[in-house]
């Protein structure tokens, strides 16, 4: 089955990635990538209370998410969400672990509610008063293509705009040990039922595993820093403006095949 959606507006932040417009030159190849030191900004549109309760990963998701509605026009109060993380909050976790090694093993409520993986999710529906349906899902390496033909099968099922979250940042130690990850990274995109300003997707799995991408130099170090930077080919291909196929890894041996139209 092959769904079709199109792209109304896209959000993105990496190390020298800062925000769509800003990337796009460098994605496209016309500008040299310059790895620059990311720090996940703090939320503005939420509370003070609840601002200082955010961990990077939902910090990075929340700044994605909201440059990619406003770039869609879309108000973000009437979109229902996808959000995907490999990591989730592990600053959070390995926090809460350590409270576990404790004599009392005493664990803080916000600690623990900051900790379940729809934690984005939630920051994000207090941030804009949505009460829209929202789901968020892992999927380890393939997390990227995996909530992409999620909310896309979201958009064809029920012919409405969702906004699509992927975000992941470095654990800390030791967690850092068994999941390595390098640089934070988070993609936005509002998809939507026709094609839209930022183009349009056409998505079928494939069963065949993913080959390495090629990708102008320096971002495929990148690439392999962030699960969620397995995005970079496409978003290389959405920059450039032409046709094109690419393939990103899901499973071991399945891709989702990504058509961009010119």
């Known amino acids: 089955m092959t769904l079709a959606v199109g792209i109304a507006g896209i959000g993105l932040l990496g190390p020298g990635l800062a925000g769509w417009v800003q990337a796009a030159p460098v994605l496209a190849g016309r500008v040299p990538h310059e790895a620059a030191p990311l720090t996940p900004p703090a939320p503005a549109m939420l509370p003070a209370t609840e601002r200082r309760r955010t961990g990077p990963s939902v910090r990075l998701a929340l700044a994605v998410a909201a440059e990619a509605v406003q770039d869609s026009g879309v108000p973000p109060e009437e979109l229902d969400t996808v959000f995907a993380s490999s990591n989730g909050e592990g600053q959070v976790i390995t926090s809460i672990l350590e409270a576990l090694h404790t004599p009392d093993g005493a664990i803080s409520p916000t600690q623990f509610h900051n900790s379940v993986h729809n934690a984005a999710a939630g920051y994000w529906g207090i941030a804009v008063g949505s009460s829209r349906p929202s789901v968020s899902l892992g999927g380890h ?44 990274f988070a993609i936005a995109m509002v998809l939507t039922p026709a094609t839209g300003t930022r183009g349009a997707l056409r998505l079928e799995q494939r069963d065949l595993a993913a080959p390495p991408p090629l990708l102008p130099p320096g971002l495929d170090a990148l690439h392999g820093a962030n699960p969620v930077a397995r995005a970079l080919p496409l978003l290389a291909a959405l920059a450039a403006g032409g046709a094109a196929e690419i393939l990103l890894p899901m499973l071991d041996d399945a891709s989702l095949a990504v058509t961009v139209a010119a």
């Open 141 to 184: 390496d393939g997390v990227f293509a995996t909530g992409l033909l999620h909310a896309a099968a979201q958009v064809v099922a029920g012919r409405r705009p969702v906004l699509f979250v992927a975000h992941d940042v470095p654990l800390p130690p030791p967690l850092d040990a068994l999941r390595p990850t390098s640089a934070p």
